[in-house]
């Protein structure tokens, strides 16, 4: 029913005008964080639509990841009370500093970047009233995998897939608490000191695998419950914790394999089937993938049942959740690529080219992915390529993704990836510098470098200032 209150009140023009004026006034900042809110949604959507730029990581690393270890660590002054002796407190904290060294100096995590101080704000609004927590420092990863970990140092490391995959702000609460809840416990050290000890060693593979997850289960749902205990204390919703742990361990998309399918005009009938791609994926994954199974059911009930569910999904900012969510997405693709693994680059690419379609970076990656996977097929390369990047495959339509590059024979592959890449070409050959190389080189190793001339004297002459122009020009000269 159509409202007219506005008509009931007012008895004149000049009433009108007054009440309206004060309307105005003392709603002026509701109106203005609505259309703030708008025209936010509006950017947000509108920057991801055409192109993305990969973040460029700069800044310094932070000195106490390189400097000499002398005298006593951070790890070995908290860790003086545990019983253990010195030189078992030793050896854990020096393994624990190298290993972060590693990570810091390998190029794998971001500095200055736009996502680092956004987790830093959740991570603060949820440790307000935790003593020690000015200890904690949190650093962004490039790693892909949806996960999160918190070193005995109190170095907090959230990685890219994690921010990637998540729903809400309360979900990334979750992961964070639960992170700090093994800091607390001091979870890693004694997961360091159960492997030191000879009863532990188990003579079979698979008991060994049953005492570890059930060790490992035991910790994981003690930080469950300090976790919803922080969230709680913030004013998060605490039972997203449930669907945060199902995010982590499962990233399958409603219709992805039809969809690759689809675009790449691959037969249903030429994918592996699930036992298939199961068998190619090993027994062993299958069954650390059962016993995790079993661990999240019995995790997500103990959340379900002593969480807490109010209005709390966000406390810090939902634009900024979802710009760096986006963000994230985009990150984890070229990632993937950068560790070569375009089996994954390729899935994820055209996962989020059904939200994008005009962007003209996943365009590049669907490309540049398929051109890299039939060269390996070409070399005769393919199955190390692939065993290289199998633990990020946590779906079935990865596996299967994965099952089918490695059967699928050269010339098919062949005719999948150059057919693509000719359809792109003809509608982006002027406009888009990854396709047009792509194509010359595509060229140049299927029909020699005579027919890939003309190819590559099309991308000098339309990219002429391209960061391929001189490998170009050296394969005319040549």
Not at 33 to 59: K, W
Not at 79 to 85: F, H, K, Q, V, Y
Not at 267 to 292: I, P, Q, S, V
Request: hydrophobic share 40%.
């Amino acid at each position: 029913m159509k409202s007219n209150w506005n008509f009931k009140f007012f008895k004149n023009k000049e009433l009108i005008t007054n009440k309206l004026f004060h309307f105005l006034c003392f709603d002026l900042k509701f109106g203005f964080t609505f259309f703030v809110c708008i025209l936010s949604c509006a950017v947000l959507s509108a920057q991801f639509e055409t192109d993305y730029a990969p973040i460029e990581i700069s800044g310094e690393i932070p000195p106490r990841f390189y400097h000499s270890l002398k005298g006593k660590t951070e790890i070995e002054i908290v860790l003086e009370d545990e019983g253990m002796n010195r030189s078992r407190r030793k050896d854990f904290s020096t393994k624990t500093s190298f290993t972060l060294r590693e990570i810091f100096l390998s190029g794998s995590i971001y500095y200055n970047d736009p996502c680092t101080p956004y987790v830093r704000e959740v991570t603060k609004k949820l440790t307000e009233e935790l003593v020690g927590s000015e200890n904690i420092s949190v650093f962004i990863s490039r790693f892909v995998s949806p996960n999160a970990a918190i070193w005995q140092d109190a170095t907090l490391i959230v990685n890219i897939g994690l921010l990637a995959r998540l729903e809400n702000e309360a979900q990334l609460a979750f992961v964070i608490a639960h992170e700090i809840a093994h800091y607390e416990n001091k979870h890693p050290f004694l997961q360091y000191v159960r492997k030191q000890k000879p009863a532990n060693i188990q003579k079979r593979a698979l008991d060994n695998l049953k005492a570890s997850v059930a060790y490992t289960q035991q910790n994981e749902i003690a930080a469950d419950a300090f976790a919803l205990e922080l969230l709680n204390r913030a004013g998060y919703d605490s039972r997203v914790g449930a669907r945060a742990i199902e995010l982590m361990m499962n990233d399958k998309v409603a219709d992805g394999i039809r969809d690759v399918g689809r675009l790449l005009d691959i037969e249903g009938t030429d994918w592996c089937g699930d036992l298939e791609a199961r068998t190619y994926m090993g027994k062993d994954r299958h069954e650390a993938h059962h016993f995790a199974r079993a661990m999240l059911q019995q995790r997500k009930a103990k959340i379900n049942t002593d969480g807490t569910s109010n209005d709390g999904l966000f406390l810090v900012s939902e634009s900024d959740f979802e710009h760096i969510r986006r963000m994230a997405q985009f990150e984890v693709i070229e990632n993937h690529f950068r560790e070569a693994d375009y089996v994954s680059a390729l899935y994820q690419s055209i996962m989020l080219q059904r939200i994008y379609p005009e962007n003209q970076y996943l365009q590049g990656k669907i490309v540049e992915s398929l051109f890299q996977l039939y060269l390996y097929k070409k070399r005769g390369e393919m199955r190390h390529l692939l065993k290289t990047s199998q633990e990020n495959y946590l779906t079935t339509d990865l596996s299967r993704l994965s099952c089918f590059m490695n059967q699928v024979e050269e010339s098919t592959l062949e005719r999948i990836t150059g057919t693509y890449l000719k359809e792109q070409y003809e509608r982006y050959g002027r406009t888009h510098e990854i396709i047009a190389i792509t194509a010359a080189r595509y060229t140049e190793f299927t029909s020699g470098r005579a027919a890939a001339k003309a190819h590559f004297e099309h991308y000098i002459k339309h990219f002429p200032t391209g960061k391929h122009y001189l490998y170009a020009k050296g394969r005319i000269l040549k």
